[in-house]
């Protein structure tokens, strides 16, 4: 019988993120709960901590060759798939012998926009399930990280055009929280522009940590100088059920080889089984 690889979550954290880091650690933790079995590890792109070499080498040092490494990120931007190929590669030198397979970012499928969606209703006061007209006039800016890579940023343009379809509302706008405009505050001056009366400003990000608190307070300090127009704060995607079924489905998509081109990676003389 073949044994599976082990599963390496990998991420790109920010430097001085210590609420970022402790809810990678945790999200590592309630994974490796799912599936008891198989060894499971996860580390971030370094400054930040855990360091994804720690996490190479700790499931090195249970035994693990092979192992599957699924990226924690929306989007594919290319200097964090690059990071986290170039840390994987320096891994490869320093644990001779060592293989992986590469799963793709996680991407914004539907159960995904779902959730997005109950964050939106959560930020009203209301429940999942609030009709369509209920949000007739509501605008949601949705705030993506931001890269220098153009491809990255177009794909919270796309995650937007998805979330709008069907749902109800007057708009999706977007912004960005760092490295590429608009920003915050000129992404709710957009939104005045084009009539919104009532805002939620939606995180299109996993996990708590720098960046999205940074929107919080960006956020709030438009609110307070615009008391006319109506500002809500709406939470990140977060751990939950919908969040690790999707990982291990990207898991699974990367160790049993059914991919289509350009979507599965593999590391130099890799091979997950």
Not at 98 to 111: C, E, H
Not at 162 to 173: D, I, K, N
Not at 220 to 234: C, D, L, M, T, Y
Not at 244 to 252: A, G, N, S
Request: include cysteine; hydrophobic fraction near 40%.
């Amino acid at each position: 019988m073949t044994t599976p690889p082990a599963l390496l979550i990998a991420g790109q954290g920010t430097a001085r993120d210590d609420t970022g880091s402790e809810a990678f650690r945790a999200f590592v933790r309630q994974l490796g709960a799912r599936r008891p079995e198989l060894p499971v590890a996860g580390g971030l792109v370094e400054p930040s901590r855990p360091p994804l070499g720690e996490a190479v080498t700790e499931l090195v040092e249970r035994g693990v060759r092979h192992f599957t490494a699924v990226p924690l990120t929306l989007v594919p931007a290319g200097h964090t798939q690059g990071g986290i190929r170039a840390a994987l590669a320096r891994e490869q030198e320093r644990h001779p012998g060592i293989s992986y397979t590469y799963g793709p970012p996680l991407g914004s499928p539907p159960v995904l926009l779902d959730v997005l969606e109950r964050r939106v209703d959560e930020a009203l006061g209301g429940a999942a399930g609030r009709r369509p007209g209920d949000r007739a006039d509501v605008t949601v800016l949705l705030v993506g990280p931001g890269s220098t890579d153009p491809g990255a940023n177009a794909e919270v343009h796309r995650a937007a055009r998805l979330l709008w379809e069907g749902r109800g509302y007057a708009g999706v706008e977007t912004a960005f929280a760092s490295l590429a405009a608009p920003d915050v505050p000129y992404g709710l001056d957009r939104c005045v522009r084009l009539g919104a009366r009532r805002i939620v400003v939606l995180p299109y990000f996993l996990l708590t940590g720098v960046q999205p608190d940074r929107v919080r307070q960006q956020t709030e300090g438009w609110a307070e100088a615009h008391p006319g127009i109506e500002v809500r704060s709406a939470g990140v995607i977060g751990p939950g059920p919908e969040l690790l079924d999707l990982v291990w489905e990207r898991y699974e998509e990367a160790a049993g080889g059914h991919h289509a081109p350009g979507h599965l990676h593999q590391g130099a003389d890799s091979h997950a089984h």
